[in-house]
C-alpha cells in the first residue's frame, strides 16, 4: 500500500503500473477521487463492434475494465482519428487492420485512463496529432478549447468545453455529409443513462455541459461514451422515475446486450432526452424525486445521491 500511494505522488504513474502490474491481474486503486483501471488485454469486457455510415465509421475498442476507445475513419479519404488511446497496442493492430492513415489523437481529458497511452502511441505513430483542453494530457502538441475547429480527412470536428468531471474536458462533436447521423465523443461527461462525477467542477457546471451544451446538438447525434455503465446507471434512472417506461425499456435491452457481452454505445442525443436523469433535471418527475425546482440544484441532488447508489456505477 505504502508503494501504491508512492506510486500515486509521482508523476511516472502510468509507467509504473504496467510494470508492477502482470498480465491478468485487475488493479483498483483510487487517489484524488479518481479510480484507476487495469485489466488484461487478453479479456475484454465487450466485443469489438463498429458503426458504419457512408461518410464516417466508428470501431468501438474495449479497453481496461470497463473503458472504451474509439477509432474514428473518415471514409472518404481513409484518414483516422483515435479517441482516448489507453492501450497503444490495441489500437495500432485497429489501424492495420482497417488500413487506414491514423493522423490524429481526440483527447477527452487528463485521467489515466483516458490519456495514458498518448506517450507510448506517440512513439509508435510517428507525426500525430494530439489534441486535448488540459495541460495535464500527455504528449499533448495541439491545445483544444470551446468552438474551436478542424478536420479529420472531410469530417468537421467541433470542441466543446465541458468541465466539470475534470477541469479541461473536451468532448468533440464531429459531423460529415450532410443528411447523415453526426457523433459525439463525451468521454466521461455524458454517459448513457448518465454523467461523470464532479471531481473538479460543480453542479452549475454540470448543468451548462449537459443541458447547455451537448443538449443542444440535434437529437440523431450519436453518443460514444468513455465507458460500460449503463447497466447500473439505469438502475439509478429507475430510481429516480420509477414510472418511466424508456428507463424500463432501455434497462432490459441494456441488460440483453450485456449478457451477449455486446457494448451498449452509442446511445443518441434524443435517446439520453428520455432517459437520462441528469439530462432531465427541467422534467417535472425528476425535480420531484429531487425535492426542488431548481435544475441546478437538482444536477446536484442526484449527483450526491448517484455518488452513494447502493447497486454501484459512476
Keep these: 500500500l505504502a508503494v501504491l500511494r508512492q506510486c500515486q505522488r509521482s508523476p511516472q504513474m502510468s509507467r509504473f503500473l504496467r510494470v508492477i502490474v502482470p498480465l491478468g491481474h485487475v488493479l483498483r486503486t483510487s487517489f484524488a477521487g479518481v479510480q484507476v483501471r487495469w485489466a488484461?488485454?487478453?479479456s475484454p469486457h465487450s466485443e469489438q463492434t463498429s458503426e458504419s455510415q457512408p461518410d464516417m465509421k466508428v470501431s468501438l475498442l474495449?479497453?481496461?475494465q470497463d473503458n472504451y476507445m474509439y477509432l474514428l475513419v473518415d471514409e472518404d479519404t481513409r484518414e483516422a482519428a483515435i479517441v482516448d488511446p489507453v492501450e497503444p497496442d490495441k489500437v495500432v493492430a485497429a489501424v492495420k487492420k482497417e488500413g487506414v492513415k491514423l493522423t490524429t489523437v481526440l483527447?477527452?481529458?487528463?485521467?489515466?485512463?483516458?490519456?495514458?497511452?498518448?506517450?507510448?502511441?506517440?512513439?509508435?505513430?510517428?507525426?500525430l496529432t494530439v489534441?486535448?483542453?488540459?495541460?495535464?494530457i500527455g504528449a499533448l502538441n495541439k491545445k483544444v478549447g470551446h468552438g474551436d475547429q478542424f478536420k479529420i480527412g472531410n469530417l468537421?470536428?467541433?470542441?466543446?468545453f465541458t468541465p466539470c468531471h475534470t477541469s479541461g474536458h473536451i468532448c468533440y462533436y464531429i459531423t460529415g455529409h450532410e443528411g447523415e447521423d453526426p457523433a459525439v465523443f463525451t468521454g466521461d461527461t455524458l454517459?448513457?443513462?448518465?454523467c461523470g462525477r464532479f471531481f473538479e467542477g460543480t453542479p452549475d457546471n454540470m448543468y451548462k455541459a449537459l443541458v447547455e451544451i451537448l443538449g443542444a446538438l440535434p437529437t440523431n447525434t450519436k453518443v460514444y461514451c468513455g465507458h460500460e455503465y449503463t447497466v447500473n446507471n439505469l438502475f439509478y434512472a429507475e430510481r429516480v422515475e420509477p414510472g418511466s417506461e424508456a428507463v424500463q425499456q432501455k434497462l432490459a435491452w441494456a441488460k440483453s446486450q450485456r449478457d451477449k457481452h455486446l457494448p451498449t454505445v452509442p446511445s443518441t442525443i434524443g435517446e439520453e432526452l428520455k432517459f437520462n436523469p441528469f439530462m432531465r433535471v427541467k422534467e417535472t418527475p425528476v425535480q420531484e424525486h429531487a425535492g426542488t425546482t431548481d435544475p441546478v440544484a437538482v444536477m446536484g441532488f442526484i449527483r450526491k445521491e448517484k455518488d452513494n447508489?447502493?447497486?454501484g456505477g459512476r
Excluded at 468537421?156 to 466543446?160: A, D, E
Design 40 to 42: 488484461s488485454s487478453s
Design 62 to 64: 474495449p479497453a481496461l
Design 107 to 127: 483527447t477527452t481529458h487528463h485521467h489515466w485512463d483516458h490519456s495514458g497511452g498518448n506517450e507510448k502511441l506517440a512513439k509508435m505513430v510517428l507525426g
Design 131 to 136: 489534441c486535448g483542453g488540459d495541460d495535464r
Design 156 to 160: 468537421h470536428v467541433k470542441c466543446l
Design 191 to 194: 454517459f448513457v443513462a448518465g
Design 309 to 311: 447508489f447502493k447497486i
